[in-house]
């Protein structure tokens, strides 16, 4: 599904979910390619800088994806 200018009046209650997950699927999309242009607060500014400075001084912090699938897996046996 590409967004068109007919979409602009289509009622999105309307779509399926599958339509709509797609929809917002590319909407996401459609704003990673300019973050830039994404308004960002004073607040989220210091604690994204915030986070940033605690991954400096403890480095990452979380399970790497193949312990936490193997773990799931083993769960399910």
Known sequence: MRYTSAMASVDIASLSLEE????????????????EAIPVTRAQREELDR?????????????????????IRARAK
């Open 20 to 35: 709509r997950l797609r929809l917002l699927d590319e909407l996401w999309e459609s704003l990673s390619h300019t973050p």
């Open 51 to 71: 986070r940033l400075d605690d991954l400096d001084r403890e480095g990452p912090v979380g399970i790497p994806w193949d312990v936490v699938l193997l773990r």
